[in-house]
């Protein structure tokens, strides 16, 4: 497949844009146009074929004739069109059902409970010029907690990766989604040295995993665990 065929849309700034890249260039997938901001006159620069109203992140296979938006739908359509290994989105049926299963808890779960705090504390105040409400900001922290609890106990269990001993699709979802929560300065290392633990093993499966966060807007320190914790 010549490098033409695919073309992605991707914001760094966004959690399943940041995933979509990571497979993209963990898995040395050829494709264009990584790594741009969406705005009206890059696409027009970039492909006539982009609908504006096409969310991101999206891909158009050329050789396939399609159009393809959502990170779950674009993580799984990779996986088969270019046949990468099988821990990511596993051919035996009972594994994926595993994968599914995370997959349909995260929508509702780990990435609105991340991008709750993201929002209070990063967008609303930065962006928007709108004071921190520290109400809401409590309880969108504890919320964060409970999901938290809920990954180490309900999907990590006693494995290496959310989903089994090996990465899945699911562990990039789940850790970009969480790099919004430590992007707005919430340590979430700190006392759950499992989910610490997690956290390491998929940064080392993602070997681009550092430089593509490092491209984020919000430019704090990026730490897992308080420096506290981390002494």
């Known amino acids: 497949m010549q490098s033409s065929?695919?073309?992605?849309?991707?914001?760094?700034?966004?959690?399943?844009?940041r995933a979509v890249l990571l497979l993209l260039k963990c898995n040395n997938i050829p494709v264009q146009m990584l790594e741009?901001?969406?705005?009206?006159?890059?696409?027009?620069?970039?492909?006539?074929e982009i609908p504006d109203t096409m969310p991101y992140p999206a891909i158009i296979d050329h050789e396939k004739r399609l159009h393809l938006t959502g990170s779950s739908a674009i993580l799984r359509y990779l996986c088969a069109r270019f046949e990468l290994a099988d821990h990511w989105y596993p051919r035996d049926i009972v594994a994926?059902?595993?994968?599914?299963?995370?997959?349909?808890?995260?929508?509702?779960?780990?990435k609105v409970a991340a991008a709750s705090v993201y929002k209070l504390r990063i967008v609303q105040p930065k962006r928007m010029h709108i004071p921190v409400n520290e109400e809401e900001l409590r309880r969108a922290r504890?919320?964060?907690?409970?999901?938290?609890?809920?990954?180490?106990?309900?999907?990590?269990?006693?494995?290496?990766f959310l989903c089994s001993n090996e990465?899945?699709?699911?562990?990039?979802?789940?850790?970009?989604e969480l790099a919004q929560a430590v992007a707005s300065g919430f340590a979430i290392g700190d006392g759950r040295p499992r989910l610490?633990?997690?956290?390491?093993?998929?940064k080392g499966q993602l070997p681009d995993f550092e430089k593509v966060h490092g491209?984020?807007?919000?430019?704090?320190?990026?730490?897992?665990?308080?420096?506290?914790s981390a002494m």
């Open 215 to 228: 491209s984020m807007e919000v430019k704090k320190p990026f730490r897992w665990l308080s420096m506290d």
């Open 5 to 17: 065929c695919l073309e992605a849309l991707c914001d760094v700034n966004s959690p399943p844009s």
């Open 36 to 48: 741009i901001k969406r705005t009206p006159k890059l696409e027009r620069e970039y492909s006539s």
């Open 142 to 160: 504890s919320r964060l907690d409970h999901v938290l609890h809920q990954l180490v106990v309900t999907f990590l269990k006693d494995k290496d």
């Open 196 to 202: 610490l633990a997690w956290i390491e093993r998929v």
């Open 167 to 176: 990465i899945t699709i699911a562990d990039v979802l789940a850790i970009c």
């Open 96 to 110: 994926r059902a595993k994968v599914d299963e995370y997959i349909a808890w995260h929508d509702a779960n780990t």
